[in-house]
């Protein structure tokens, strides 16, 4: 076999090897994923992330306005220690507060971030919204907004300001 023909018997052979290993289903990206806690980026808005971000807001103003004693005592053990392990609820000299920075979150002490989700709306529906005009279950406030403004909006930056309106028993709207 003269050398022309053995390179190209070691091409035809490494070919679909290099073909294989180079166009893996996975993104290359995926190994080392992207934390949580990172704002969408400007072109894609996760809605799950608004609905976090919404849930933290609500949270954090029920504890302002029904007292932080009321709404943890109504929030199911479970969820309680989920909520406070990834130091979304946390300690505080007397008492708890809500930490709205989500940096500083410690969202992989939770089993999965669906469940931390799931331990978050589940807070809702014992709590109710007492600072609007009309007083509703949480859930049902979360909801509501989740209803109107699923895909509404293209950025980070106007879903947070609708989210602050909305809290703030504004319509939501821009």
């Known amino acids: 076999m003269s050398s022309s023909n053995k390179i190209i018997a070691a091409i035809l052979t490494l ?3 290099l073909l294989l290993t180079s166009c893996s289903i996975e993104d290359p990206g995926e190994g080392t994923p992207r934390e949580p806690t990172d704002k969408p980026s400007s ?34 053990e479970d969820s309680m220690k989920m909520l406070t392990d990834a130091r979304i609820i946390r300690p505080k000299t007397e008492g708890y507060y809500v930490e709205t920075n989500e940096r ?6 939770a089993p999965s971030l669906n469940q931390l989700d799931q331990a978050l709306y589940n807070s809702f529906y014992p709590n109710e919204v ?15 907004y989740t209803r109107e403004f699923q895909q509404a909006f293209d950025t980070v930056e106007e879903y947070e300001e609708s989210i602050a309106d909305y809290v703030d028993c ?5």
């Open 130 to 144: 007492t600072w609007c005009e009309e007083n509703m279950n949480g859930e049902d406030f979360i909801d509501s």
């Open 170 to 174: 504004g319509t939501g709207r821009l």
């Open 43 to 76: 072109s894609y808005v996760s809605f799950i992330w608004v609905e976090r971000q919404l849930m933290v807001a609500t949270l954090e103003r029920m504890f302002t306005e029904n007292g932080e004693e009321e709404v943890i005592k109504n929030i199911e």
């Open 104 to 109: 500083e979150w410690r969202l992989k002490t």
């Open 15 to 17: 070919t679909p090897a």
